[in-house]
Each structure stands twice: as structure tokens, then as C-alpha cells.
């Protein structure tokens, strides 16, 4: 099952990115995905000027920087990331820990889809292409470190704000969209170093 294949993470990768998408893709394509219709009370900002999206984001991000910061599980989540047996030797549960945080991160893919149907009035499976990258550069550029272990919820929305106005800069600077998967790629890179040389500075390691 997948507690036992947690330390490795590879069975949620391929279930979710290599076999689930393709087959919402294709329910897509079919036509099998309802869709609300605009004017509908559930797609209208819940405040007037501010998107359901952001109020979601800002709930989420509250809620997420308090269970880090402020409960035993968030402590569990750092030392789950920093050093797994280490952490099992001081009886804290790793898989079920990382299974948590597999959950947690449906339930905010599902926030999101749900917002942008209420807002596009449609359901569109490829709108997904690429968010999970999207969202490993955005908590990178917020402090968090690929090797797990070090980051906060404040880090990665300010990182997202970041990217995503790098983002729009882009759109309206002209740039091809063909080439956004190397704007993706070199940002990611670019994150890391500054990350870790930042993060050594602070340290004082060499």
C-alpha cells in the first residue's frame, strides 16, 4: 500500500501524475464533467473585487502556518523532512505523517480546481499542466528546501506572489509561451542556489 511505499514517494507520483491526470483529462474530453453556469451565486467573488480564490488562499495559508508553527503534527512535519529515521527513533509516525501531507495536498488541488470552475464557469483538466511544478518553484523561492526539512507556509505564499508576478511580467513583456517551460526550469534552478547559498550565510556553513 501506499504507507509502505511512503518512504520512497514514487507510488503517489505515478498514481497521481502519470495515470490520474490523464484519465480527468479524458473524462474532460468526454463531456462527463458538469459545469456551473454563469451567474451562478458560487461562482461570484465572495467579496466584490476580490476573488473566491484569494479568499480561499489567505484561509488556507492561516490555517497551514498555524498547524506548522503551533502543533505537535507541525513538528512532526519538520523532523519527518529533515531526517526520517531519526525521526522514527523519537516515535514520531513518518507514514502516516507523509500520507497526511499527500491528503493535504488533494484537498488543496481540489480548492483550487473547484475555485477556477466557479470563476471560468468550466471544468478543464489540462488547467492543472504544470501546477505541481509551479508549486515546487513557488515554496523554493519561499525558503524551503528540496531536501525537506526547512521552509513555512508564510515563505511559500510570499514565493508564490513572487512567481506569479514574474509570471504575468512575462505575458505581457510578449515572451513565446513555448518558452515557459524553460522560464519554469531556470527559475527552479535559479531558487536553489539562492536558497542554499542564503541559507549557508545564515548557518555559517561553507
Not at 512535519?77 to 491528503?103: C, E, H, L, T, W
Request: hydrophobic share 55%.
Amino acid at each position: 500500500g501506499v504507507s509502505d511505499a511512503a518512504e520512497g514517494d514514487w507510488l503517489a507520483s505515478v498514481f497521481g501524475g502519470k495515470v490520474g491526470e490523464p484519465v480527468f483529462i479524458w473524462l474532460a474530453d468526454l463531456g462527463l464533467i458538469d459545469v456551473f453556469e454563469r451567474g451562478n451565486r458560487a461562482g461570484q467573488p465572495v467579496i466584490d473585487g476580490i476573488p473566491a480564490l484569494i479568499i480561499w488562499a489567505i484561509g488556507l495559508v492561516i490555517v497551514g502556518h498555524f498547524i506548522l508553527t503551533r502543533t505537535r503534527f507541525g513538528n512532526w512535519i519538520f523532523a519527518s523532512g529533515g531526517d526520517a529515521q531519526a525521526a522514527r527513533y523519537v516515535g514520531v509516525p513518518v507514514n502516516r505523517v507523509k500520507i497526511s501531507m499527500f491528503m493535504f495536498s488533494a484537498f488543496c488541488a481540489c480548492v483550487f480546481a473547484t475555485c477556477q470552475v466557479m470563476e471560468f464557469g468550466s471544468a478543464g483538466a489540462d488547467r492543472g499542466l504544470l501546477k505541481e511544478f509551479e508549486a515546487i518553484i513557488a515554496v523554493v523561492i519561499g525558503g524551503a528546501l528540496l531536501t525537506g526539512g526547512y521552509g513555512s507556509v508564510i515563505g511559500a505564499a510570499l514565493g508564490a506572489l513572487i512567481f506569479g508576478v514574474v509570471q504575468q511580467g512575462l505575458f505581457f513583456a510578449g515572451v513565446e509561451s513555448s518558452l515557459f517551460r524553460v522560464f519554469l526550469g531556470v527559475l527552479l534552478l535559479a531558487a536553489v542556489i539562492l536558497n542554499t547559498y542564503i541559507r549557508r550565510i545564515i548557518t555559517g556553513e561553507k
